[in-house]
C-alpha cells in the first residue's frame, strides 16, 4: 500500500459558502437599509448610547463589512469550483494546499515532518503538519467526509514512522 497515491479531495464545502453569503447578503440589506432610512439613535447594552446620525454611520460600517464578506465568500465560491484542490500522499511525500483557499501546494518528504498533531472538535476538527519550513493545518471540514479525515490523518502518522524507522529515528 505504501507505492500507490492516495488521492483527497480537499476544499470548502460550496453549500457551507451558499449560506454564509445568503445570511451576510440579508444582513448587509437591513443595515444599509437602516443607515439610509434609520431616524432612530442607538443603545448598545446601555454602555454605548449613539444619536441618530451616529447610529447611521454605525450601521453603514456594518453594512459595508457584511457586503465584504458576501464578496469574499463570492470569491471564494469561484476559487473553489474553478480549482480542484486535493491531498496526495505518495510513496516518500505528501502534496497538499498550503491553505484550504490557496491554489499553491507544498511537497513535504514524510522524512521532513518534525510533529503532526491533532486539534479542535467534532467538524472543526484539524491536524497541524510541522516541518522545519512549512507548518500547515489540513481542516476536517474540507475534507470528503468524516472516515477520510480519520484515514488520511492515520495514514499520514503510519507513513511518518515507516520513513523515521527506515532512518533509524523515533520508534
Known amino acids: 500500500m505504501d507505492q500507490e497515491n492516495l488521492r483527497y479531495p480537499y476544499g470548502l464545502k460550496s453549500h457551507r459558502l451558499l449560506l454564509g453569503m445568503l445570511v451576510f447578503g440579508v444582513g448587509s ?7 439610509l432610512f434609520g ?12 444619536e441618530p446620525g ?7 460600517c456594518l453594512g459595508v463589512l457584511f457586503v465584504a464578506l458576501v464578496i469574499a465568500a463570492l470569491i471564494s465560491l469561484y476559487l473553489n469550483l474553478t480549482t480542484q484542490r486535493e491531498i496526495v500522499l505518495r510513496p516518500r511525500a505528501i502534496t497538499l494546499p498550503r491553505h484550504v483557499l490557496s491554489a499553491g501546494e507544498v511537497t513535504i518528504p514524510y522524512r521532513d515532518i518534525v510533529r503532526l498533531k491533532t486539534g479542535g472538535a467534532g467538524r472543526h476538527a484539524f491536524f497541524r503538519i510541522r516541518t522545519g519550513e512549512h507548518n500547515v493545518m489540513v481542516r476536517k471540514g474540507a475534507l470528503p467526509s468524516n472516515d477520510s479525515f480519520a484515514e488520511l490523518y492515520e ?17
Open 29 to 35: 440589506y437591513m443595515a444599509i437599509n437602516k443607515a
Open 39 to 50: 431616524d432612530r439613535g442607538l443603545n448598545i447594552y446601555s454602555i454605548i448610547h449613539l
Open 54 to 60: 451616529g447610529a447611521r454611520i454605525f450601521w453603514a
Open 155 to 171: 495514514e499520514i502518522s503510519a507513513r511518518v514512522r515507516r520513513a523515521d524507522a527506515a532512518m533509524g529515528f523515533r520508534s
